[in-house]
């Protein structure tokens, strides 16, 4: 589970702006006995709200770590960067982000025993897809795979060749994979975002844009769990069990973000 940082103020003309998020594990991992390879993060910060989602790679042992870590040091680095003057359409801000979060990522691997090499790749590789809003821009961004929705407009990100997405952790022992600006849009004519990992490909996710998902911060979480629910059906006469295990087959993370209901521009 992911929490929202609480900074002691925020911008005035940013308080009417709300994100919430949730994450279910999916339904493959599940019957595998794997744990939930995603997370989401949201930071406020005195001039800006960052948020994200982060998918760790499938393959990995140990992703789910990365995705927790990436998500804070990539909203951390974001919200402290645009408190020092960046601004998100700088090219600046994202290079300056990626080196911060790979330098603290770098710093994590140096603190363990063992192959830096072997330790990025169990736990560090991961995709990120986030929106950085400030009073006067809303810019959408993603290294990796995923899906955003912006006001009826779907964007898929993704699949890659042999699946396999750029991860911000290759710029650990090589070259740092670009940021992709998805969106950059004024943030008075937006009414809903939505951010999701890949794994919500197989969902209509504009359902997400309803207000109640902005009015109940638990109210995607519980959706979600919804939606993936293991069920069962004895069929007494046949005598044979029936096991659903699920709509959503890879883990899936939503974040949503709008003005709060009733609140204007």
């Known amino acids: 589970m992911t929490r929202t940082s609480n900074p002691p103020r925020t911008a005035p003309s940013l308080s009417s ?9 999916g339904a493959d991992h599940r019957r595998s006995g794997r744990g939930n390879q995603d997370a989401w993060y949201v930071q406020r910060s005195e001039l800006a709200v960052v948020g994200v989602v982060a998918d760790g790679c499938g393959s990995a042992p140990h992703s789910e770590v ?11 680095a974001l919200a402290g960067l645009l408190d020092d ?3 998100p359409t700088q090219p600046q801000l994202w290079d300056r982000a990626c080196a911060r979060s790979l330098e603290r990522l770098a710093a994590v691997v140096e603190a363990l025993p ?27 961004h993603a ?30 022992h090589g070259p740092t994979p670009p940021v992709q600006v998805i969106h950059a849009v004024d943030p ?21 844009a309803d207000p109640r998902y902005l009015l109940r911060p638990h109210a995607i979480q519980r ?43």
């Open 143 to 172: 290294i990796g795979d995923g899906v955003v929705w912006l006001d009826g407009q779907l964007t898929t990100l993704g699949p890659f060749p042999d699946n396999q997405p750029p991860y911000l952790g290759y710029g650990l």
């Open 114 to 140: 063992g192959s830096s090499t072997a330790l990025v790749h169990e736990a560090l590789l991961f995709t990120l897809v986030g929106f950085v809003l400030t009073p006067a821009q809303l810019v959408v």
């Open 66 to 76: 990365g995705a927790w870590l990436g998500a804070r040091l990539w909203a951390d």
């Open 223 to 265: 959706e979600l769990a919804q939606l993936n629910r293991e069920t069962q059906n004895i069929d007494w006469s046949a005598e044979v069990v029936e096991r659903s295990h699920g709509r959503l087959a890879d883990d899936t993370t939503l974040l949503v973000l709008g003005r709060e209901p009733g609140r204007s521009a």
């Open 188 to 208: 008075a004519q937006v009414e809903r975002l939505i951010l999701a990992t890949d794994g919500a490909v197989e969902l209509s996710i504009e359902r997400f």
């Open 85 to 87: 003057g960046l601004t």
């Open 17 to 25: 702006w709300r994100a919430h998020g949730g994450s279910a594990i």
